[in-house]
């Protein structure tokens, strides 16, 4: 199975902060790359798709880059709204996989 | 709008069994892959398995953790997605959600792109 590994695993910052989540995946997954949003008690919502692509309606302060096993989410100029839970995914190879999370905790 | 309804999560006894459904609309039901996702109490989220569309011959795919056991089914005639699960046990203790899939690249690499609220199954004596 690809394990995806995301870093750090939570974080506090404060609005208007820029955060950057990683997320290594254990072999190559190709562009098959999706991050997701989970607000506590939510259900998750996807951000971005095939690493960059920014699902309709995103604000363009979330953004998605890397390559072959090393991906990166950023959130620039951090809103209230986006203090939550961070996933990546991999749709590459099955079982697809997620990342174990990323926590943006509120400074 | 798109819109998932999951349904049918409960308590249920270890060695149990449970069916949940998804009620999809606001979009073509037919030409998209499925999946179901699950979240224990308190923590990250697993791929529990697909559904593909009735051009990929329905074919389905699953978790090691769930093979043999869980069934993915779908009525393109009722806009429904279901799984069946058999002798649960109490690690399957978990939100269920349902997800629409959409496809990027040449090839139908499917992602999550919508899902629905969730439903709760606990598996408890």
């Known amino acids: 199975d690809i394990q995806m590994t995301q870093s750090p695993s939570s974080l506090s910052v404060s609005v208007g902060d820029s955060v950057t989540i990683t997320c290594r995946a254990s072999q190559g997954i190709d562009n098959h790359l999706a991050w997701f949003q989970q607000r506590p008690g939510r259900a998750p919502k996807s951000l971005i798709y095939?690493?960059?692509n920014l699902q309709t309606g995103v604000p363009s302060r979330f953004s998605g880059s890397g390559s072959g096993t090393d991906f990166t989410l950023t959130i620039s100029s951090l809103q209230p709204e986006d203090f939550a839970t961070y996933y990546c995914?991999?749709?590459?190879?099955?079982?697809?996989?997620f990342g174990g999370g990323t926590e943006v905790q509120i400074k | 709008d798109v819109q998932l309804v999951e349904s049918g999560g409960g308590l249920v006894q270890p060695g149990g069994s449970l069916s949940l459904s998804c009620a999809a609309s606001g979009f073509t039901f037919s030409d998209h892959y499925m999946e179901w996702v699950r979240q224990a109490p308190g923590k990250g989220l697993e791929w529990v398995g697909r559904s593909r569309n009735k051009a990929n011959s329905y074919s389905t795919e699953y978790a090691a953790s769930v093979k043999g056991r869980f069934t993915i089914s779908r009525d393109d005639s009722q806009n429904s997605l279901y799984l069946r699960m058999n002798s649960l046990k109490t690690e399957d203790t978990a939100i269920y959600y349902c997800?629409?899939?959409?496809?990027?690249?040449?090839?139908?690499?499917?992602?999550?792109?919508?899902w629905g609220q969730g439903t709760l199954v606990t598996v408890s004596s």
């Open positions: 995914y991999q749709y590459n190879t099955f079982p697809l996989t």
């Open positions: 997800t629409r899939g959409s496809c990027s690249g040449g090839s139908c690499h499917s992602f999550p792109d919508n």
């Open positions: 095939a690493v960059s």
